[in-house]
Nanobody
Framework: QVQLVESGGGLVQPGGSLRLSCAAS????????MDWYRQAPGKQRELVAA???????NYADSVKGRFTISRDNAKNTVYLQMNSLKPEDTAVYYC??????????WGQGTQVTVSS
């Protein structure tokens, strides 16, 4: 069993910053991919940022230059630094972890609201 605990969401004004964290614990053999997704009301869940064990990263066009994904493999933790936030970034943010054995786990989600 693997548990993912997310934190760092909240209410922020446009132009502000937030840092999300997602810590994985439990029966983890090895984590390969650690990603962040988001889902706004009435919209499909979309990939925001992705990271591989080898250090590669990938971002949605809408967040390039504003968001940065990073990870601490020793702690099985992934972060999402979000700068220059816009109202359209408002969504529930989820972390997703893929293990070496191909299992996929999702976090419970954390709300990010960008509003003045």
């Amino acid at each position: 069993q693997v548990q993912l605990v997310e934190s760092g969401g909240g209410l922020v004004q446009p132009g502000g910053s937030l840092r999300l964290s997602c810590a994985a614990s439990g029966s983890i053999f090895r984590i390969y991919d650690m990603d962040w997704y988001r889902q706004a009301p009435g919209k499909q869940r979309e990939l925001v940022a992705a990271s591989t064990l080898g250090g590669s990263t990938n971002y949605a066009d809408s967040v390039k230059g504003r968001f940065t994904i990073s990870r601490d493999n020793a702690k099985n933790t992934v972060y999402l630094q979000m700068n220059s936030l816009k109202p359209e970034d408002t969504a529930v943010y989820y972390c997703k972890v893929t293990t070496a054995r191909g299992y996929v786990y999702w976090g419970q989600g954390t709300q990010v609201t960008v509003s003045s």
